[in-house]
């Protein structure tokens, strides 16, 4: 793998589903984030890990849990989804360290849809 | 984090240089200024970030105020690839690397 992958690409779910989206990056970079994409509201922050073992809330948490057990891995899961869930997901990361230079490399997104 | 302000679109020649302005008035002395630009359907890109110094890198430059309450984008030579949306984004250089994006410039480069 090169970069970040997520899967799945795409997926159409029934309402009450559990869900889970998968991002994984082989950079090795500690810090990793969720992030929804809406029309008209731009990217939104949903959950975030700093390094393995911790967590935290962004902007709209609610209705989502993630879990970060290693480097590599960030997945994100919908407990039961719901119609206002659908959205594009973007996973990104960045290697977080002293310097100012914090670049975010996002993944190519994962487009869900909840009927 | 500094709130910060662009115009919602702007249209561009293809060969000629883009301009993209931001607005950051409330900006703090440690906050530094960030550039994205999102490509139709794909993830979010960095461009570009600075302090108060003007930067420049192979894909665009940033010119900041001396006050440091706006700046400006400089594509120099837009393409047709260049088309996109484009984030400016205020933040504290920390241990929290969140961004915060807003809704950003929708640049339409015309051939």
């Known amino acids: 793998i090169a970069g970040i992958t997520q899967a799945p690409t795409s997926q159409i779910l029934a309402a009450g589903r559990r869900m889970t989206l998968r991002c994984t990056q082989d950079m090795r970079h500690n810090a990793m984030y969720w992030y929804r994409q809406d029309l008209g509201l731009g990217l939104r922050l949903i959950h975030y890990s700093n390094t393995a073992g911790t967590t935290g809330k962004g902007e709209v948490p609610d209705g989502y849990s993630v879990s970060r057990a290693n480097t590599d891995d960030f997945p994100l899961t919908l407990a039961s989804a719901v119609p206002s869930q659908t959205s594009v997901y973007f996973c990104?990361?960045?290697?977080?360290?002293?310097?100012?230079?914090?670049?975010?490399?996002f993944g190519p997104g994962t487009r869900l849809t909840v009927l | 984090d500094a709130k910060t302000t662009q115009p919602p679109s702007m249209d561009c020649a293809e060969g000629r240089a883009a301009n993209l302005p931001c607005n950051h008035s409330?900006?703090?002395?440690?906050?530094?200024v960030y550039w994205y630009r999102q490509i139709h359907s794909q993830g979010p890109q960095y461009i570009i970030h600075?302090?108060?110094n003007n930067e420049t890198n192979e894909m665009a430059s940033l010119i900041i105020t001396e006050d440091r309450k706006s700046s400006t984008l400089i594509l120099p030579h837009a393409t047709l690839r260049d088309t996109a949306v484009y984030y400016c984004i205020v933040r504290v250089a920390s241990n929290d690397y969140k961004l915060s994006f807003g809704a950003g410039t929708t640049v339409t480069v015309r051939a």
């Open positions: 600075g302090l108060k």
């Open positions: 409330t900006i703090s002395g440690n906050e530094y």
């Open positions: 990104a990361t960045t290697l977080a360290g002293g310097s100012s230079y914090n670049e975010q490399f």
